[in-house]
């Protein structure tokens, strides 16, 4: 299914917020599918979401992952939630799993 086109006001919103609001705010801010956005986005030629990670960025995302949920971390760092898992895949992070004992 398809979607409604985007409209010249909503296009304007996409061009001025590009920079500063990650592809999930400008959806959300929309009432849009991420992905609509993240298509227009790439048909415009601005950026999608791409975020260069710094070493101070790297190791708070360490810290952090092991006591709080993905999307606490990707408010923290001010990034997408999406950009949190790529992230975590590629430093090959990993959760410790919690068993249960029966008794």
């Given at each position: 299914?398809?979607?409604?086109?985007?409209?010249?006001?909503e296009?304007?919103?996409?061009?001025?917020?590009?920079?500063?609001?990650?592809?999930?705010?400008?959806?959300?801010s929309l009432?849009?599918?991420?992905?609509?956005?993240?298509?227009?986005m790439?048909?415009?030629g601005l950026?999608?979401?791409?975020?260069?990670?710094t070493?101070?960025e790297d190791?708070l995302?360490?810290?952090?992952?092991?006591q709080?949920?993905?999307?606490?971390i990707?408010?923290?760092?001010?990034?997408?939630?999406?950009?949190?898992?790529?992230?975590?895949?590629?430093?090959?992070?990993?959760?410790?799993?919690?068993v249960?004992k029966?008794?």
């Open positions: 299914m398809f979607s409604k086109p985007i409209t010249n006001e296009e304007r919103f996409i061009k001025k917020n590009a920079e500063s609001m990650s592809i999930s705010e400008i959806a959300t009432g849009r599918s991420y992905y609509t956005i993240q298509r227009y790439s048909i415009l950026k999608t979401g791409f975020h260069k990670w070493k101070q190791e995302l360490r810290e952090l992952w092991e709080y949920p993905a999307g606490y990707c408010r923290r760092l001010g990034v997408d939630e999406n950009c949190v898992y790529n992230r975590v895949r590629r430093l090959k992070l990993k959760k410790k799993r919690i249960k029966k008794e």
